[in-house]
């Protein structure tokens, strides 16, 4: 029994070091692999002995049963909020008065990114995280617990057992933003307007185990007591990241006003580098005494600012509404729009997402609009703020506006889609997905290009990249021998990619990048995975029934099995070069199957493909060699020849028993 707690408080240890590495210093040594098997092997102990489980260990990511409501909490100090400064002139007005409050000559400020997200309170006791609490109306916010302990870098349990409170930003980055708006409209659903929305819908999830699945993220920004902590802010923030938790890199210790200056027109350049939005800089005090004369007005504290970036919204005049074929043959509305500068840029179109946005608007063309550029890389239509007197609406057509093929709306659905399988529009939105930078890399491979290629007819699907020949490139508009060389490289070279980057660039609907990474992970081939049931599939992380049915029909599509044999043959990566991650485990390995008769509940390809997928082998006849003979209904003279040489034999239900 002792040896048991040593090992699992051991095994404990060690994968929260390969936490900390992973989600907080982003520095990982060791394969998501490896990683999953420690986990895997503290699940199996902690199985094992359920009672040594203790709510700090990392499989407790996710307990307990989904609450009801959320209870209240009293903060011991407020949560104030901050004021804003707008300009250059506003911000030195302020730093003059706290220099004048403090009674010293100059003072020196910790500027931050100012995060668009929520702010959390997490308490410690003991090292152990105890309890997560949202700001609320400042003085007293709702525990979410729960929610927050499903968060990667928010550590169950600190690197020293103090008992401390940290204030930060839980928020959620922009790729896993634009990854659930997708996820959402295509499961029916509403687009979240920005990522600090969808942030605050997961962390008010009644369901630890859905939050779960949203990957927020945290910064730390403060802690408590201030002044036990150490002297000033940017010690502050340094002892924060001791403790184990995330701290922003990007925050700089100031001299001036000018260096905040130069920090905040740095960062409002270069917000789009980041993967998260910030709306401003939060500047502060640097020195906790000085920040404690100071103090605080009933709504925000007099020690800091946040000085915002100019706002990422405009009006304009909607001119048209136009629409586009997808990839997958959805239309989307697009307005167009006069030119309008905003946040540094030239702005000509907007989303409208699907035609329920146009209506939900209420918007037509002529109208003035507003616009704005959240987390979403294309503008959006906020509202309408003029109707024109000559407005008009978009009229919805039956027709496909690419190819005049059919157009149809599935139930539930918002977007319609063309149903033609030749649509010129869905071949160039497949070759430019399968080229892109998540795919298969083929860089040069552009839009106007593509474009040629499907107009003369060179290309009819992704793999007539393969069988392109320097001629046929040259004889294309600006394509000279050079570039037609470079391209031809680049297409070759994409043959050597890894085998998700194939899954992801087929285009499967609802199969993103992250998902053709646990499809590829877990399959390990593409034999595998066309092999899967629907139940097999669902066996893979993440993957529920619906996206399950749309892998599992996708791969059964005679063209696009023949597509697949095309890629094959081009010499495309069909297997994972890491060693299959199975969810399934290989039960069956070593051990041969011999079917006979007919099954009830499945046909013989899917009880072969259910053995084969376990790591079993199917054969056709029965000899000394068989370990098990699954007998349906009418089984022959297989059945007798099982029972001559004393095979083992099972019944229909048995083997569903083994599965
Ligand atoms: S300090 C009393 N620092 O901005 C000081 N706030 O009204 C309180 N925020 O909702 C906040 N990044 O959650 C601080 N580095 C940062 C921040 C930050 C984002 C948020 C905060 C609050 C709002 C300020």
């Known amino acids: 029994m002792r ?6 408080e051991h095994l404990r240890e060690k994968i929260r070091q390969h936490e ?5 210093l982003a520095k990982p040594v060791i394969s998501d692999y490896e990683f999953d098997q420690l986990l895997r092997e503290l699940q199996r102990l902690e199985a094992e002995n359920p009672h040594l489980i203790t709510p700090d260990s990392p499989t407790q990511r996710v307990a307990g049963e989904p609450a009801k409501e959320f209870p209240s909490h009293s903060f011991s100090q407020p949560m104030l909020s901050l004021e804003n400064a707008y300009s250059r002139e506003e911000f030195a007005d302020w730093a003059r008065r706290a220099a004048q409050f403090a009674k010293t000559e100059s003072l020196d400020y910790v500027a931050e990114l100012k995060i668009d997200g929520l702010s959390i309170e997490l308490i410690y006791e003991d090292g152990l995280l105890s309890k997560a609490v949202t ?3 400042g003085r007293t916010g709702e525990v979410v617990t729960g929610n927050v302990r499903t968060i990667r870098s928010v550590p169950l ?3 020293e057992n103090v008992s401390v409170e940290i204030r930060g930003e839980i928020f959620l980055g922009l790729k896993a933003f634009r990854q659930l708006n997708d996820e959402r409209e295509q499961a029916g659903e509403d687009r979240f307007a920005n990522p600090r929305n969808a942030a605050a819908g997961s962390l008010r999830q009644l369901d630890p185990g859905v939050a779960a699945k949203r990957p927020l993220d945290f910064y730390g920004y403060s802690i408590l007591p201030a002044i036990s902590a150490s002297p000033t802010q940017a010690d502050n923030l340094k002892r924060i990241s001791a403790l184990g938790l995330k701290v922003n890199p990007h925050r700089k210790l100031c001299h001036s006003v000018d260096e905040v200056i130069e920090f905040s027109m740095h960062w409002e350049e270069h917000r789009d580098d980041l993967d998260y939005e910030i709306d401003g800089v939060v500047v502060k005090v640097n020195a906790i005494d000085i920040q404690e004369i100071l103090g605080a007005t009933a709504k925000s504290p007099r020690w800091a600012i946040a000085l915002k970036f100019r706002a990422r919204q405009a009006t304009t005049k909607l001119v048209d509404i136009r629409v586009q074929v997808g990839r997958t043959g959805a239309l989307t509305p697009v307005a167009v729009l006069e030119p309008v500068q905003l946040g540094g840029t030239t702005i000509r179109s907007a989303t409208l997402h699907n035609e329920d946005e146009i209506d939900r608007l209420g918007v037509q063309i002529n109208d003035r609009v507003l616009i704005e550029r959240g987390g979403d890389v294309i503008p959006k239509i906020v509202s309408v703020v003029e109707q024109a007197p000559d407005r008009r609406p978009f009229e919805k057509r039956s027709t496909c506006p690419v190819c005049g093929g059919e157009v149809y709306r599935s139930e539930g659905e918002a977007v319609r889609r063309c149903l033609s399988q030749t649509c010129p529009a869905k ?3 497949a070759l430019l997905h399968w080229a892109g930078r998540r795919a298969l890399k083929i860089e040069g491979l552009g839009e106007r290009l593509v474009d040629q290629l499907v107009e003369t007819d060179l290309v009819r699907d992704v793999s007539g990249l393969y069988e392109l020949n320097q001629d046929q490139l040259e004889g294309l508009e600006r394509m000279g021998p050079k570039s037609a060389e470079n391209l031809l490289n680049e297409i070759a070279g994409s043959r050597s990619l890894e085998f998700w980057r194939v899954v992801f660039g087929l285009g499967i609907r609802h199969v993103g990048e992250r998902t053709a990474q646990l499809l590829a992970e877990h399959l390990g081939s593409m034999a595998r995975l066309q092999q899967a049931s629907q139940e097999e599939l669902e066996l ?3 993957v529920g029934p619906k996206l399950a049915e749309s892998i ?6 005679p063209d696009n099995v023949a597509l697949i044999g095309r890629l094959r043959h081009a010499g495309l990566q069909m297997e994972s070069t890491a060693p299959p991650l199975s969810s399934i485990p290989a039960v069956f390995a070593g051990k041969t199957f011999v079917l006979t008769g007919t099954l009830d509940g499945m046909t013989r390809e899917e009880a072969t493909a259910l053995i084969e997928g376990r790591g079993g082998r199917a054969a056709k006849s029965v000899s000394k060699k068989t370990t098990y003979v699954i007998a349906g209904k009418d089984a022959g003279s297989k059945l007798d020849k099982a ?11 048995e083997f569903r028993a083994m599965l």
Do not use: C, S, W
């Open 552 to 557: 599992y029909k996708f791969l059964r599509q």
């Open 135 to 137: 700001r609320g109306d």
């Open 20 to 24: 900390y590495r992973y989600y907080v």
């Open 540 to 542: 893979v992380n993440e």
């Open 157 to 159: 349990r600190l690197h």
């Open 427 to 429: 071949l160039k939105e």
């Open 3 to 8: 040896k048991a707690a040593t090992e699992i």
């Open 643 to 653: 029972r001559e040489l004393g095979v083992q034999i099972l019944g229909e239900e």
